[in-house]
């Protein structure tokens, strides 16, 4: 079985950053894709930023310039710093992973607890 554990989180000024990880716990050989998506009540959850399967990485226009994420795949972790936050980001974000369990099964399709991330003044 797989577990994403996410901490970072919580509220800040327009303008501030804050910075979220993802941990993927469980008998893991590989992880194909991770990354990060948001929610906001009433809305469609959106792709924020993520690792795609070969490395890639794909960001929402919205956050281009802004949000950066990285990963320690000796971890299994990945990162999400966000600067110059705004209001409009304020949102539910949650971590998501694809990959290989060493028993040779794949996994997809997992989510992590969610954090909320506040911003304003």
């Known amino acids: 079985q797989v577990q994403l554990v996410q901490s970072g989180g919580g509220l800040v000024q327009p303008g501030g950053s804050l910075r979220l990880s993802c941990v993927a716990v469980?008998?893991?050989?590989?992880?194909?894709?991770m990354g990060w998506y948001r929610q906001v009540p009433g809305k469609q959850r959106e792709l924020v930023a993520v690792?795609?399967?070969?490395?890639?990485?794909k960001y929402a226009e919205s956050v281009k310039g802004r949000f950066a994420i990285s990963r320690d795949n000796a971890k299994n972790t990945v990162y999400l710093q966000m600067n110059n936050l705004k209001p409009e980001d304020t949102a539910f974000y949650l971590c998501?992973?694809?990959?290989?369990?060493?028993?040779?099964?794949?996994?997809?399709?997992?989510w992590g607890q969610g954090t909320q991330v506040t911003v304003s003044s």
């Open positions: 469980g008998s893991i050989s590989s992880i194909y894709s």
């Open positions: 998501t992973a694809e990959g290989e369990l060493v028993s040779g099964d794949t996994f997809h399709d997992f």
């Open positions: 690792f795609l399967k070969g490395g890639s990485t």
